[in-house]
C-alpha cells in the first residue's frame, strides 16, 4: 500500500485564510485554520517579530495540538527567540533539527538514510542560513 503525501500546515499558504485577515472576517479565519490544519500531518510556525505579538498562533497551536499534529517552530534569524509557548513544542535551530522534524512526520525509509542525512546537513545552505536559524 502506497503512503499519502506529508502535508504541512503554512498559514502564510493559505490563500483563503489570508484573504479573510485582510477583511477581518473571524469566522472564516477560525474556519479556514480548522480546515487547513484538519488536512496536515504537521504545523510548522515560522516565527517572526509580528509572529510573536499575533493572537491566532496560540489558537492555531492548541487546534494542532488537539488534532494531535506534529508542530514544529522555526524562528527567523533576526527574531530573537522563540514566545514561551513554542518552547513547549519542537524548536528547530539547525538543518539537523528540521530533517529530524520531517523524518519524525513521515517515514520516507532510504531518503534519510544517515549517509543522505549526512551530505544534506553539510551541503552549503546559505539562503536558509541567511533566514533562520
Same mark, same amino acid.
Given at each position: 500500500?502506497?503512503?499519502? =503525501?506529508?502535508?504541512?500546515?503554512?498559514?502564510?499558504?493559505?490563500?483563503?485564510?489570508?484573504?479573510? &485577515?485582510? $477583511?477581518?472576517? *473571524? !469566522?472564516?479565519?477560525?474556519?479556514?485554520?480548522?480546515? =487547513? $490544519?484538519?488536512?496536515? *500531518?504537521?504545523?510548522?510556525? $515560522?516565527v517572526?517579530? !509580528?509572529?510573536?505579538?499575533?493572537?491566532?498562533?496560540p489558537?492555531?497551536? /492548541?487546534?494542532?495540538?488537539?488534532?494531535?499534529?506534529?508542530? /514544529?517552530?522555526?524562528?527567523?534569524?533576526?527574531?530573537?527567540? &522563540?514566545?514561551?509557548?513554542? !518552547?513547549?513544542? !519542537?524548536?528547530?535551530?539547525?538543518?539537523?533539527? &528540521?530533517?529530524?522534524?520531517?523524518?519524525?512526520?513521515? *517515514?520516507? =525509509?532510504?531518503?534519510?538514510?544517515?549517509?543522505?542525512?549526512? *551530505?544534506?546537513?553539510?551541503?552549503?545552505y546559505?539562503?536558509?542560513?541567511?533566514?533562520?536559524?
Amino acid at each position: 500500500m502506497q503512503q499519502a =503525501g506529508m502535508n504541512i500546515y503554512l498559514d502564510i499558504l493559505d490563500c483563503v485564510l489570508q484573504e479573510a &485577515f485582510s $477583511i477581518e472576517n *473571524d !469566522k472564516k479565519i477560525v474556519e479556514s485554520i480548522q480546515k =487547513g $490544519i484538519s488536512c496536515s *500531518d504537521a504545523l510548522l510556525c $515560522i516565527v517572526s517579530d !509580528k509572529t510573536k505579538l499575533s493572537w491566532w498562533v496560540p489558537y492555531e497551536i /492548541g487546534i494542532a495540538e488537539y488534532s494531535n499534529l506534529h508542530i /514544529g517552530s522555526i524562528k527567523l534569524s533576526k527574531t530573537a527567540d &522563540f514566545p514561551s509557548f513554542l !518552547k513547549t513544542q !519542537k524548536t528547530i535551530n539547525s538543518m539537523s533539527s &528540521f530533517l529530524d522534524f520531517i523524518s519524525n512526520i513521515h *517515514d520516507y =525509509g532510504p531518503v534519510f538514510s544517515k549517509f543522505v542525512r549526512n *551530505d544534506m546537513e553539510t551541503l552549503n545552505y546559505t539562503v536558509l542560513n541567511e533566514y533562520f536559524w
